[in-house]
């Protein structure tokens, strides 16, 4: 798998970077990955960087695989960051797919930086563009 997961100890958050498309496979890898890294801490927080992510191409299976598995990650709070008006957008799409199956409830926005970011994660401030789905 291309993408890059790993937990960042120092700001208590695991990070994904998405790097070129997902697939159904590195979709499952990576759900797995996150979950063995979510193991024993106390908050699951993401920040996922999709500054290197090409368009995304979304089947009606993967949207459900989507909704699937996100549900079993069961996060607390996801921040997306590096995202394109074009990936902001299928971003959107994806996460509304999950809330309308009513598996993922989880609050998501988006940031510009990285420290926006994990201070938003962190509870530091409460402003920014929220997720509308």
Same mark, same amino acid.
Do not use: C
């Given at each position: 798998?291309?993408?890059? *997961? @790993?937990?960042?100890?120092?700001?208590?958050?695991?990070?994904?970077?998405? *790097?070129?498309?997902?697939?159904?496979?590195? &979709?499952?890898?990576?759900? $797995? %990955?996150?979950?063995?890294? &979510?193991?024993?801490?106390?908050? %699951?927080?993401? *920040?996922?960087?999709? #500054?290197?992510? #090409?368009?995304?191409?979304? $089947? !009606?299976?993967?949207?459900?695989?989507?909704?699937?598995?996100?549900?079993?990650?069961?996060?607390?709070?996801?921040?997306?960051?590096?995202? #394109?008006?074009?990936? %902001?957008?299928?971003? !959107?799409?994806?996460?509304?797919?999950?809330?309308?199956? %009513?598996? *993922?409830?989880?609050? $998501?926005? &988006?940031?510009?930086?990285?420290?926006?970011?994990?201070? @938003?994660?962190?509870?530091?401030? $409460?402003?920014? &563009?929220?997720?509308?789905?």
């Amino acid at each position: 798998m291309k993408h890059e *997961i @790993w937990f960042d100890e120092d700001n208590e958050v695991l990070r994904f970077k998405l *790097i070129g498309q997902w697939t159904v496979e590195n &979709f499952k890898e990576a759900m $797995t %990955r996150i979950q063995e890294l &979510f193991e024993g801490k106390e908050h %699951r927080y993401l *920040i996922g960087d999709v #500054s290197q992510a #090409s368009p995304q191409k979304y $089947t !009606k299976e993967f949207r459900q695989l989507v909704a699937e598995e996100g549900a079993n990650v069961q996060l607390d709070k996801a921040a997306i960051t590096g995202a #394109s008006p074009v990936l %902001r957008m299928m971003a !959107k799409m994806l996460i509304a797919a999950g809330r309308v199956a %009513r598996k *993922i409830p989880m609050e $998501t926005r &988006f940031f510009k930086t990285d420290e926006e970011a994990v201070e @938003w994660l962190k509870g530091k401030v $409460t402003w920014n &563009f929220r997720l509308h789905g």
